[in-house]
């Protein structure tokens, strides 16, 4: 397999100056974190239809009990099932899952999808790969990331076998291997810009764009800092970059380049920050790598919602809405749509139901009938409150201004 060529430049070397020990605010972005928010129980939900509708020919109706174990159901599974009946029909003695008729239409629509952008999603695959010093990733750890990568549930049959040419599978089947190099992939999403802004050619200078909460200000010495940092040669995170020194600033802004590249091969620009250090430890990233994401706020936000840490990359959003937004990704808004339905619609039943009760007990106490006894009723249906989702119709327009955030975009040519 062809090796990146060294850039033994002596310049390259610079020395850190201070920004690895200085402390660099976390400040709120609402906009970012209701981009995160709003996808609350969507792989289990994906995951429970991929369970449901991947199978040839797919089930009519599923056990309860046959779901995978491997679905990272947020409580009860029956609970679940229950909160979005738009989407899952349930029958009982015994309890089995089928999928609704909205749901069956839905998944058909983003087969369609699959289809229309599976050259697409093979180059992003073969990118990430290219990523790889040893060309080479771990299959479960591509797993883990297929939902951010838009793969389908059933990549390693569906789209690897298509393309030999560019993927290959290790003897013992825990790698997946990278056959061909193509140097015309080799372009960062960074470079790429910089070309359509004008005036970029390879080994120029390119200051990362950032942007930063209302209100939110950096020390003067970190900016100072910042931006001499942003004057440093860009390293392309398709060059191999060991020759660069341990601790150093052109280390650390290459490193921050082959997170950005990460994070913008991803269909929603995202992705839980455990999964992005398991990915940058395959990467081999120098030690403390995970560092860099708080040290830069105007590249990465770190959102704290959902009991996790999500890492977003802020150039690709303006405000909630995704800049350029990837089909799938309109698929995964439907489905979010679909989801709040049927939370709605459990939530209209729950409340009829409670109407009911209270109407039962008042009939009891005017006629004085005697309190019967019976077995306590397990509350199945969700009990967080609804925010509400904002569904994402359509990409954000480059001309649309942010409320929320004050944007500066830097690209020196």
Not at 34 to 44: G, I, K, N
Not at 82 to 110: C, I, K, N
Not at 232 to 237: C, D, E, N, Q, V
């Amino acid at each position: 397999m062809p090796l990146l060529p060294r850039r033994p430049v002596a310049a390259l070397y610079v020395p850190a100056r201070g920004l690895l020990e200085a402390r660099v605010p976390w400040g709120r972005d609402r906009a970012l974190d209701h981009v995160v928010e709003r996808e609350r129980h969507l792989v289990p939900f994906l995951l429970t239809k991929d369970a449901l509708l991947t199978a040839a020919p797919p089930p009519h109706a599923v056990p309860l009990h046959a779901l995978p174990s491997s679905i990272p159901f947020p409580f009860r599974p029956l609970r679940f099932l229950r909160l979005y009946g738009s989407a899952f029909a349930l029958s009982e003695h015994p309890v089995t899952v089928s999928p609704t008729q909205r749901l069956s239409a839905l998944h058909l629509d983003e087969a369609q999808v699959v289809d229309a952008t599976r050259a697409e999603a093979a180059d992003r695959l073969l990118r990430l790969l290219m990523l790889a010093p040893s060309r080479a990733l771990p299959l479960h750890l591509v797993a883990r990331n297929r939902l951010d990568l838009g793969l389908p549930s059933d990549f390693p049959r569906s789209l690897l076998p298509h393309y030999p040419d560019y993927f290959a599978l290790s003897a013992d089947g825990r790698l997946l291997e990278l056959v061909c190099y193509r140097k015309d992939l080799a372009v960062s999403d960074v470079q790429s810009y910089a070309q359509r802004t004008g005036g970029y050619k390879v080994g120029d200078p390119i200051a990362f764009q950032l942007s930063f909460p209302r209100g939110f200000e950096l020390h003067k010495n970190v900016r100072k800092w910042l931006d001499e940092w942003q004057k440093l040669p860009y390293i392309s995170p398709y060059e191999d970059g060991t020759h660069l020194g341990p601790r150093s600033d052109i280390t650390e802004k290459r490193t921050v380049a082959v997170l950005h590249e990460a994070l913008s091969l991803t269909v929603g620009k995202k992705m839980e920050k455990e999964v992005l250090v398991k990915l940058g430890e395959a990467l081999r990233l120098p030690p403390g790598f995970r560092k860099v994401l708080a040290k830069h706020p105007g590249i990465f936000y770190l959102s704290h919602k959902l009991r996790t840490q999500t890492v977003v990359l802020r150039e690709a959003y303006r405000r909630h809405m995704l800049v350029v937004k990837h089909p799938m990704m309109g698929i995964r808004y439907q489905y979010l749509h679909l989801m709040h339905m049927g939370k709605e619609e459990a939530g209209k039943a729950k409340g009829k139901e409670r109407k009911a009760v209270r109407g039962e007990q008042m009939m009891g106490d005017e006629y004085g009938a005697d309190e019967e006894n019976g077995e306590e009723e397990y509350d199945d249906e969700d009990d967080e409150e609804d925010e509400g989702y904002d569904i994402e119709a359509g990409a954000a327009s480059e001309d649309e201004d942010s409320d929320d955030e004050d944007t500066e975009n830097t690209a020196e040519g």
